[in-house]
């Protein structure tokens, strides 16, 4: 969604704000990688190694209470990627939209939805990770997710036979520096690209940033601010009351009603059979195709030349005598040959 946003820039005619999208975007989107690898980490030393049990979020939760550094950089980078003012995501994000809404309404539509759904879906993921109950000991589920996988349930990955921890623990300094620090631009990097008194403008286009300077109205800027912030926090509501209050089952709201649809989203859009069909099992179908021109058609021509080279050398060693006189006779036949060849042509 955050890579639409500057593609949506691109196309409103905006790059500078597109670029400064993508700036902010790296504090808060690397703190966010490096937190998810963070808690990954820390998954692991409860449910071992295995991928499909330690990035599950269904065996997480609870986590905040023994991982504080993590959570509270988590919390702080899905607040920016929500566009929630002060963070540096809301600048960034408000200007796009803005520049959208001046140029194309539609499109500003599209981005003002996406505003939702993305503070909608990083807030889930928060609260699946951060708060409530562990669930990292329910060997059920763990056996459930296994077999969902197309593995054993009795594969725990590396350690398996091991001792595991009880519950997570907080990564060392090493991992927890990066995301304070990280956490810090997150906040107040936006600062740099208010519309009134774009410093980040200024460094690109001076004078585009001085023409939105002078044309800034807080009459236009509040109520698309409002708008974006509002949707928003639409979006965290929902998560709220479906994942940390268990108020609003989803379950049944949505995937019950609509099992197509539940199906449809619950399996990636069927990205990776695509991608297995249509790239992986495509490329390997070329691959042969290419293999057999090469072995039949390339390696034959080649083959065929060192045939014909090898063939012609047996051949003319037989002229090879040493003897003057047959050199000679050799000579005067060719002669002969040519005489008779040229009076037949003409």
């Known amino acids: 969604s955050q890579l639409g946003y500057m593609m949506l820039a691109m196309g409103c005619g905006a790059p500078v704000a597109g670029m400064f999208h993508l700036v902010t975007h790296a ?20 449910v071992g190694h295995e991928p499909v049990l ?23 980078g899905c607040l920016a990627i929500s566009g929630i003012p002060p963070l540096a995501g809301f600048w960034s994000k408000d200007e796009i939209l803005g520049q959208a809404f001046g140029s194309f309404p539609l499109l500003w539509a599209a981005g ?6 993305t503070a909608f879906y990083m807030f889930r993921l928060y609260f699946l990770t951060f708060e409530g109950s562990f669930r990292g ?3 059920a589920l763990q056996a459930q997710l296994l077999t969902a996988a197309g593995k054993g349930g009795d594969e725990h990955g590396d350690g398996h036979g091991h001792s595991h921890a009880e519950h997570p623990h907080e990564s060392g300094w090493q991992m927890a520096m990066p995301l304070a620090v990280l956490a810090v631009p997150s906040v107040l990097v936006g600062l740099l690209g208010v519309p009134w008194n774009s410093r980040f403008g ?18 236009e800027f509040l109520p698309l ?10 979006g965290i509501t929902v998560a709220v009351l479906a994942y940390a209050l268990h108020r609003l089952d989803l379950a049944t709201a949505v995937a019950a009603r ?30 042969r195709s290419v293999l057999e021109v090469d072995s039949k058609v390339v390696d034959g021509v080649v083959n065929l030349t060192g045939l014909v080279t090898l063939g012609s050398g047996e051949g003319l060693k037989y002229f090879e005598t040493g ?19 040229f009076g037949v042509l003409g």
């Open 112 to 117: 003002f939805l996406t505003a939702g759904m």
């Open 137 to 139: 000991n329910d060997s």
């Open 54 to 76: 330690a990035q599950d979020m269904r065996l997480m939760g609870g986590l905040r209470r023994w991982m504080p550094v993590t959570s509270t950089t988590f919390f702080i």
């Open 225 to 234: 601010a409002g708008a974006s912030v509002t949707i928003s926090l639409v």
């Open 202 to 219: 200024q460094l690109l286009d001076p004078q585009e940033a001085a023409e939105v300077a002078e044309h800034f109205s807080w009459g």
């Open 323 to 341: 003897r003057a006189q047959f050199y000679a006779l050799i000579v005067f036949g060719g002669v002969i040959a040519l005489v008779v060849l």
């Open 258 to 287: 609509f099992p197509a649809i539940n199906r449809f989203l619950a399996n990636k859009w069927y990205l990776d059979e695509i991608n297995d069909k249509l790239f992986v099992q495509g490329s390997r179908k070329l691959a």
């Open 27 to 46: 504090f808060f989107k690397a703190m966010l990688f490096l937190g998810s690898g963070s808690v990954i980490h820390a998954m692991e030393e409860v």
